[in-house]
């Protein structure tokens, strides 16, 4: 946003653009002027912060250079603060950690104007820079709590509703509502200790409204709407030895079509679940055993596709591995039930991987849609890196999925903490799935160690222990489980911790270096 609003050489050069961090000094000066009794600007800190989770929603006016006004916003799920709110609480103590970028409202925080411009108007062209900002965004409406600082005048002898009231009849004069209501917002109700600090406005202040015209709602359809739960089922999987490709599928159907049977939105198998069928011929070494195997995979995952649309459930084909130009990588396949197929490489082989297989990590980490919310998928030694898994949740993951294939009980228990960790740092459900039994003629795959479980946050819509549910340890069987979706939503905003709104994001963050 860069736009020459008002030009005269001779006195003024007025340009409205989106803040950045070298404006810091300017907008300082200006707030400590404007602020005095409110304890003057924001720390630098703060502003960096601002800037750094929502730029377009910035912005200020300069002349020649120098900051002469500003206004600031961030985006809200409004539905999750209501009408009860106050500034501290949806700003996020104004570093904006209530950020939502698939909310529904613009939040207004704060637009200060220099004192020696007060007579220019340049509040209402802010006011009509945000309007712009919010109809281009698509939100319902632009939503902001107001102080009434000339209410101390008349405290003793009238309530803030009357006063309200006579300002809004023209009898009264204050400075900020006046101002607010000619530029079309409207009062929806009187805040209690929004600002408690503002001892001008005795604490009180308006909760004010401008609608969006123009909004578009895109209402859920009355059929294959997204769903606000989910049956997952996990198949802690028995490594058997096999002699074809078909014997494998008809143990993939047998489970599939048990967890359909259970209308579960999703069946989950663990990594390298196809491994058996390196058992079939002699090979000469591991890396001749897994190219063989590699040679599977396009006609197993075009069946299990088929079982996906068939049984009318989501298949995670665990994790398979696949040559691609000439490098054998282990690779996750999601199968929708609608026929569609998308794909999560391992982005961290095992040593032993690396070491006896030559296998290569993939360069691209995703969040999935699915009909019944966002997922991800982290294959094994991957959930051991909590930065996958974090950058999944700021794509709005609610779902995290870890087929896994571990030997031993401490190699299991390290994929086991870390994945229940990532549940509770990142507020989302975490599925995992591994495989059981022995392989004597495998190389590599002799022994199994598993208990397939899935984990959630912890606070007191959840279970105690944060563990939805968890199968017998190396035990065949099935675990299916119900995930309300909901309660996700709900921790964010009203736990006993906040994890995801509570991230310092003025101090850190982590970057996507990958394609």
């Known amino acids: 946003m860069s736009e020459n609003i008002y030009t005269d050489e001779s006195e003024h050069k007025l340009t409205l653009r989106h803040l950045v961090k070298d404006d810091y000094a300017d907008l300082k000066v200006m707030m400590d002027a404007v602020y005095p009794d409110l304890g003057g600007a924001w720390p630098e800190k703060q502003f960096k912060a601002q800037l750094t989770v929502f730029p377009e929603g910035q912005i200020c006016i300069e002349d020649h250079g120098k900051i002469v006004a500003a206004a600031f916003s961030l985006i809200v799920d409004y539905d999750k603060f209501g009408d009860h709110h106050t500034y501290d609480q949806i700003t996020g103590d104004a570093y904006l950690t209530t950020h939502d970028p698939l909310g529904d ?89 929004y600002l408690p600090e503002d001892k001008e406005s005795k604490g009180y202040a308006t909760l004010l409204e401008w609608t969006n015209l123009y909004y578009e709602d895109h209402k859920s359809p009355l059929i294959g709407a997204t769903k606000t739960s989910a049956r997952i089922g996990c198949v802690q999987w028995q490594m058997r030895s096999l002699n074809s490709v078909e014997e494998l599928i008809q143990q993939v159907e047998f489970f599939v079509d048990a967890l359909s049977d259970y209308q579960c939105d999703l069946a989950l198998l663990p990594e390298f679940f ?207 489980v119900d995930l309300d979706l909901t309660k996700l939503e709900q921790l964010k905003n009203e736990g006993s911790v906040k994890n995801y709104l509570d991230r310092r994001r003025d101090l850190y963050k982590i970057t996507w270096l990958g394609d």
């Open 105 to 193: 409202v613009l939040y207004g925080i704060e637009v200060c104007v220099d004192l020696e411009y007060r007579s220019m108007r340049l509040g209402r062209r802010l006011y009509e820079a945000r309007k712009e900002l919010c109809q281009s965004l698509n939100l319902k409406s632009i939503i902001a709590g107001g102080r009434i600082p000339n209410y101390k005048n008349y405290a003793h002898d009238m309530s803030p509703q009357k006063y309200i009231e006579e300002v809004k009849k023209r009898e009264i004069y204050d400075p900020i509502l006046t101002f607010q209501l000619s530029n079309e917002f409207e009062v929806k109700r009187v805040l209690t200790a």
């Open 274 to 480: 196809n491994a058996p069928l390196m058992g079939i011929d002699e090979h000469d070494s591991s890396f001749d055993s897994i190219k063989a195997l590699a040679e599977y995979s396009s006609e197993i995952l075009d069946a299990i596709s088929k079982l996906a649309v068939s049984y009318n459930i989501n298949i995670i084909a665990g994790s398979m591995p696949v040559m691609d130009d000439g490098e054998l990588f282990n690779v996750a396949y999601l199968c929708r039930r609608d026929g569609t197929l998308e794909s999560q490489y391992k982005l961290h082989p095992t040593p032993y991987e690396k070491r006896a297989w030559i296998m290569k990590g993939g360069n691209g980490l995703n969040v999935f849609d699915t009909d019944f919310g966002k997922i991800g998928i982290l294959i094994c030694y991957d959930v051991e890196f909590p930065e996958l898994a974090r950058l999944q949740s700021e794509q709005g993951m609610q779902m995290l999925f870890v087929p896994f294939w571990t030997d031993t009980k401490n190699a299991y228990l390290r994929v086991r903490h870390c994945a229940h960790a990532r549940a509770i740092e990142n507020e989302c459900y975490v599925i995992t799935a591994g495989s059981v039994g022995n392989l004597p003629k495998v190389d590599g795959a002799d022994i199994q160690y598993a208990q397939s479980a899935v984990f959630s946050p912890s606070d007191f819509s959840f279970p105690h222990d944060a563990i939805m549910a968890e199968t017998t340890p190396n035990t065949e069987m099935t675990l299916i």
